[in-house]
């Protein structure tokens, strides 16, 4: 069962592990289970995503992560501020450590340089990119 649950996640790291369950004819905590087991013992290392293939001038497709942990719930606030950016691939409000996840394809050609955002509830400007 677990060179199938390989081959699934193989093909598509997002499916969930109710249609995972689905497809293997076993219960969602059995498929929990696996995929724990195959991260504690390293045949899974990570779960990925691919990006499209960029179609302007790049030859290569380049996204940055950032990981916001906030002290006052702005999730929705920072979404409003990012939502019509060109730059923006994705965005989500997640629960754990992390509060928000945004998703940048970097302007222009060059690649990230530093850019800057208005928080909500402030009138500064903090920049972000990388460190």
Known sequence: MDRQLVQLL???SRRSNTELAGLLGVSRMTIKNRI???????????FTIKLAEDTGDRHHC??????????????????ET?????????AWSIAGSTD???????PGSTGWT??????????????????
């Open 10 to 12: 193989t093909q598509n």
């Open 36 to 46: 724990d087991g195959l991260v504690r013992r390293g045949v899974v290392e990570r």
């Open 62 to 79: 380049e996204a940055t992560f950032f990981h916001l942990k906030l002290k006052r719930p702005f999730c929705k606030r920072i979404y």
């Open 82 to 90: 990012v939502q019509d950016w060109p730059e923006l691939i994705g």
């Open 100 to 106: 928000m996840t945004l998703l940048f394809r970097p």
């Open 114 to 131: 530093t850019c800057g955002i208005v928080l909500p509830g402030t009138r500064k400007s903090r920049p972000f990119g990388p460190r």
